[in-house]
């Protein structure tokens, strides 16, 4: 339905401005063959200092010279935002001897100027097409405000909530995250920006969670954990990737020729460029593997990173470390060669500049607007639901809204731009009252000073408000400074006064809703005990607040899972779903087992999981064949009934484990999921593919090994899915 809404609208747009925005993908066959043609003859006109230019990225703001763009000694630019001063930069790059087009690149981590969910929210609909639509979207409108290349998807994968950059990922496990990186990237790129891939490799493994540390990560997690959702982005056609700012086993991966060359170019022939991120070649001084900037350069240049952004050190080092004879001519020929070539295949050498004045008319349309409010109904997940108490019955006559995050002022949280186009966001008090019959009342209270939750405004006048009320709306959790990059935390309560907030309210006995808006997943254990419901949401944007509503009022049914683990407590961490067994499980009164003297083994809610309004059962999981060859294939499947009296979406998840192989393998281990509408009362047989050949697992020295044996096979709707299969896996 959302789909053909989005086609027909589609077709209202003019011809013209549609094809201002075109998909961007590699060419193929003759076409990629001349442009290397191409290619060649323009580095063979190009002084060295060109060359370089080429692999200099700088950004908007202090410190910019837009006369290194006239002189060609720039290639790419970030942080342009408004089409007026991208067509600036591109005007003053045709002043330049050569007039090669600049790359001109953003973090367009969830939306440009329609907000979708931050990424990890999107992850939770576990629906790849909408996730793909949000990013088609974000990369139409980035694409016709001038920007060719997105810093996005981050697909790293990431086990710790205490790190608060999970927000910009897909959460905890492998395949989500790589059939998430698939659709992200095919949808950016459809929309007109090449992607990138970041941050290749293990950032989501910093030690303790605490930002920019140092990661350890062996071979075999690397490749069966780290590398899969790369690995998809760069088969869909990313066509830049970013290194990461740590270090990974000892060394930087900015100067890991390892990684950036023999594994990612040589192994995975990956022909597009890489990007350092920002600043992190100068910090290959502070991670101690270079004594100066001009060693920094060498280092990183040498080990593969193509383009160094906002170092400015191959800018001021790379022509002499040249023309001193320690860098080779013909290493940064090869970085040049990637540029231009990530380049023409995008078509900036035809391009038309940015129109300054039809890029507002394409912001917002309702086509992004409708996607948006899509993919927050369906990111949401409806985490409890005690006494169905969603949603709100019809004998709730008042319900008060408590908390500032209730009425936003916005819903940014990167560094993505404001003031294109209209910017409307309901809050959810005004949501509420247009869904509820005329006879309810609904009254707010912002209770804090700032959404941030961190110091009170009026929290007499919010309890007294709470108090007079059928049912309490709280609207709580992390803003301001407790997300994205650099805001890591070891406590995971709701932030300042919140908690003091939330058990004020539960309190005065009536039944409290809690509305969550977090970064990453929080310890919800005290609120999981004490509220009657708990929607989290992983910030909506623009339309966040309407999907709320249509939730909490019945209008839509929520369907969304958890993508990475609720612990109960932080001394959990990590905690994951696809644990290896141990020597010494968990075992009724067994003092030696391995668990935890104060807390339990399993988290709060786990992987997979998420309730709706309908409930579901499975029956009859089967298998198309009872033994599969190692190069084989069979079919799984399961009859999925709706039992509940509501139309609703169920994820049918099917996990795998194989109980003896050569490896210790994980309990469990995700291969396939899909997103079904099954109607109330109706029974869908839902089937899956299960390839042999994804069954294996990476060794310690980095072979994929598939091993003979039996396979369990489980399906259900979270990672305890409680049905069961087996296959024999045999050799040919
Ligand atoms: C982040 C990157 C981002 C870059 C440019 C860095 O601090 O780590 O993910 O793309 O900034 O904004």
Same mark, same amino acid.
């Given at each position: 339905m959302l789909l053909r809404l989005v086609a027909a609208l589609l077709l209202l747009i003019p011809a013209s401005i549609a094809s201002a925005q075109q998909p961007v993908a590699w060419k193929t066959g003759l076409e990629a063959r001349e442009i290397e043609r191409k290619v060649d003859a323009l580095i063979g006109k190009m002084t060295l200092e060109e060359k370089v230019g080429q692999l200099h990225l700088s950004g908007r703001g202090?410190?910019?010279?837009?006369n290194q763009v006239r002189s060609g000694d720039m290639g790419a630019v970030m942080n342009f935002v408004v089409p007026a001063e991208v067509l600036a930069v591109q005007k003053a790059v #045709?002043?330049?001897?050569?007039?090669? /087009?600049l790359i001109i690149g953003l973090d367009a981590v969830h939306g440009f100027s329609t907000y979708f969910p931050l990424p990890l929210g999107q992850a939770s609909s576990w629906n790849p097409e909408l996730i793909e639509q949000a990013a088609y979207w974000t990369g139409r409108e980035a694409s016709a405000a001038g920007?060719?290349?997105? &810093? +996005? /998807? *981050?697909?790293d994968i990431s086990r710790?909530?205490?790190?608060? !950059?999970?927000? @910009?990922g897909a959460g905890e496990d492998a395949y989500l995250g790589s059939v998430v990186a698939t659709a992200r990237t095919r949808g950016y790129q459809r929309g007109g920006v090449a992607t990138t891939p970041k941050h &290749?490799?293990?950032?989501?493994?910093v030690e303790a969670g605490r930002d920019y540390n140092a990661t350890w990560i062996p071979t075999s997690q690397l490749f069966d954990l780290h590398l899969p959702p790369f690995k998809a982005s760069f088969e869909t056609g990313a066509m830049t990737a970013m290194a990461a700012f740590t270090a990974l086993n000892g060394v930087p991966t900015t100067a890991h020729r390892g990684m950036?060359?023999?594994?990612? !170019? %040589?192994?995975?022939? &990956?022909r597009g460029f890489v990007t350092s991120d920002f600043g992190s070649i100068t910090e290959l001084r502070l991670h101690g593997i270079a004594r100066d900037d001009a060693e920094a350069a060498r280092k990183a240049l040498l080990a593969g990173i193509d383009m160094d952004m906002m170092s400015d050190v191959y800018h001021k080092h790379l022509a002499n470390e040249v023309r001193v004879g320690r860098v080779p001519v013909k290493a940064v020929d090869e970085a040049v060669r990637r540029v231009l070539r990530v380049k023409f295949h995008l078509g900036l050498f035809e391009k038309p500049d940015v129109d300054p004045a039809t890029a507002?008319?394409? *912001?917002?349309t309702e086509a992004a607007r409708e996607v948006a409010l899509q993919a927050a109904r369906e990111g949401a997940i409806l985490l409890k639901n005690a006494d169905e108490t969603?949603?709100? #019955?019809?004998?709730?006559k008042s319900v008060a809204v408590i908390g500032a *995050? =209730?009425?936003?002022?916005? @819903?940014?949280?990167?560094t993505d731009p404001a003031g294109l186009g209209r910017r409307v966001i309901t809050p959810l008090p005004d949501a509420l009252r247009e869904r509820l019959p005329k006879d309810v009342s609904v009254s707010y209270q912002p209770?804090?000073?700032?959404?941030?939750?961190? +110091? &009170?405004?009026?929290k007499k006048a919010a309890i007294h408000a709470a108090a007079a009320s059928d049912l309490i709306v709280t609207m709580l959790g992390e803003d301001c400074e407790f997300?994205? @990059? =650099?805001?890591?935390?070891t406590k995971l309560e709701l932030p300042g006064v919140q908690q003091e907030l939330l058990e004020a309210l539960v309190k005065t006995g009536k039944p409290v809703v809690l509305v969550l808006a977090t970064a990453r997943p929080l310890i919800l254990t005290w609120a999981s005990e004490h509220v009657a419901a708990i929607l989290q949401i992983?910030? %909506?944007?623009?339309e966040g607040r309407t999907a709320i509503a249509d939730i909490l009022t019945g209008r839509y049914n929520p369907s969304g899972r958890v993508p990475m683990s609720f612990p !109960?407590?932080?001394?959990?961490?990590?905690?994951?779903?696809s644990q290896l067994p141990s020597g010494r499980p968990e075992k009724?009164?067994?003092?030696? =087992?391995?668990?935890f003297m104060d807390e339990r083994? @399993?988290?709060?809610y786990p992987f997979g999981y998420g309730l709706s309004y309908s409930r579901f059962t499975y029956a009859n999981?089967?298998?198309?064949?009872s033994s599969v060859r190692l190069d084989g294939s069979v079919e799984v499947a399961v009859d999925v009934t709706n039992t509940g009296t509501r139309d609703g979406q169920e994820v049918v998840q099917l996990y795998i484990r194989?109980?003896? =192989?050569?490896l210790s393998r994980p309990l469990r281990e995700l291969k396939g999921f899909e997103k079904v509408m099954i109607r109330a009362g109706e029974t869908k047989t839902v089937r899956f593919k299960l390839e042999a050949s994804r069954l294996g697992a990476h060794d310690e020295q980095g072979r994929y090994v598939v091993d003979p044996g039996e396979v369990e096979i489980y399906i259900g709707g979270?990672? !305890? +899915? +409680?049905?069961k299969a087996q296959v024999m896996l045999i050799r040919s």
């Open positions: 202090e410190g910019f010279d837009i #045709r002043e330049s001897r050569l007039k090669i /087009p920007i060719n290349w997105t &810093f +996005a /998807p *981050m697909v710790d909530p205490r790190w608060g !950059r999970a927000l @910009e &290749f490799v293990g950032y989501g493994a950036l060359t023999d594994l990612l !170019r %040589g192994r995975w022939g &990956f507002p008319s394409l *912001m917002q969603l949603p709100i #019955r019809d004998t709730v *995050m =209730a009425v936003p002022e916005d @819903e940014r949280v990167w209770a804090f000073t700032k959404n941030c939750g961190t +110091a &009170f405004a009026d997300i994205g @990059e =650099a805001a890591s935390r992983f910030h %909506g944007g623009t !109960r407590s932080v001394g959990q961490i990590p905690v994951y779903y009724p009164g067994e003092r030696y =087992a391995s668990i083994n @399993e988290p709060l999981p089967r298998v198309s064949a194989q109980p003896v =192989a050569s979270s990672s !305890r +899915a +409680a049905a």
